[in-house]
T-cell receptor
Framework: DTGVSQNPRHKITKRGQNVTFRCDPISEHNRLYWYRQTLGQGPEFLTYFQNEAQLEKSRLLSDRFSAERPKGSFSTLEIQRTEQGDSAMYLC????????????FGPGTRLTVT | GNSVTQMEGPVTLSEEAFLTINCTYTATGYPSLFWYVQYPGEGLQLLLKATKADDKGSNKGFEATYRKETTSFHLEKGSVQVSDSAVYFCAFNNAGNMLTFGGGTRLMVKP
């Protein structure tokens, strides 16, 4: 399967714990995006990378959130000191040089903070 | 600011009925427009797109036309099937960066 993959698919954690999610984009896609989707809403942009450079961050991305893409391939999104309001689906998408405007999404990681 | 407004659901139709889901956007410049679909338990899939005014995107019997004068991108299908039941998201992408999504419209098609 050459699609975007995300791990884990589900994560349940207690408030105050740290969590980390991983996204593997489509091979050779140079842009990688993170979004957050709460129940009944559309996805909201969090941040994106071009290769290993983080080029833009939403104001939704508080200082408890950090994202990396160290080798320009997979990316991680870490949330420190989780809060119940962080409960959401975290989506990753990637796009390649030949189709800058078409983003391909992974299945998402559903986070539940208890 | 940038935003997408789409009709609230759920939209409930009988099989073979005509579908319209309205979408309007507020954006600077000349965005590309998209419809994404999310089937139950699955991730977002690109359904169709249009990159300039008057372009018509189409796929799987769905169509949408980029109307710059009314800043709209309404989704239509002439005859829906039960398998079209899903949540549909209208979105735009300006300058090759992040997507701005509407809130989604749930479509339920009954046999």
């Amino acid at each position: 399967d050459t699609g975007v993959s995300q791990n884990p698919r589900h994560k349940i954690t207690k408030r105050g714990q740290n969590v980390t999610f991983r996204c593997d984009p489509i091979s050779e896609h140079n842009r990688l995006y993170w979004y957050r989707q709460t129940l009944g809403q559309g996805p909201e942009f969090l941040t994106y990378f071009q290769n290993e450079a983080q080029l833009e961050k939403s104001r939704l991305l508080s200082d408890r959130f950090s994202a990396e893409r160290p080798k320009g391939s997979f990316s991680t999104l870490e949330i420190q000191r989780t809060e119940q309001g962080d409960s959401a689906m975290y989506l990753c998408a990637s796009t390649g040089r030949g189709s800058v405007y078409e983003q391909y999404f992974g299945p998402g990681t559903r986070l539940t903070v208890t | 600011g940038n935003s997408v407004t789409q009709m609230e659901g759920p939209v409930t139709l009988s099989e073979e009925a005509f579908l319209t889901i309205n979408c309007t956007y507020t954006a600077t410049g000349y965005p590309s427009l998209f419809w994404y679909v999310q089937y139950p338990g699955e991730g977002l899939q690109l359904l169709l797109k249009a990159t300039k005014a008057d372009d018509k995107g189409s796929n799987k019997g769905f169509e949408a036309t980029y109307r710059k004068e009314t800043t709209s991108f309404h989704l239509e299908k002439g005859s829906v099937q039960v398998s079209d039941s899903a949540v549909y998201f209208c979105a735009f992408n300006n300058a090759g960066n992040m997507l701005t999504f509407g809130g989604g419209t749930r479509l339920m098609v009954k046999p």
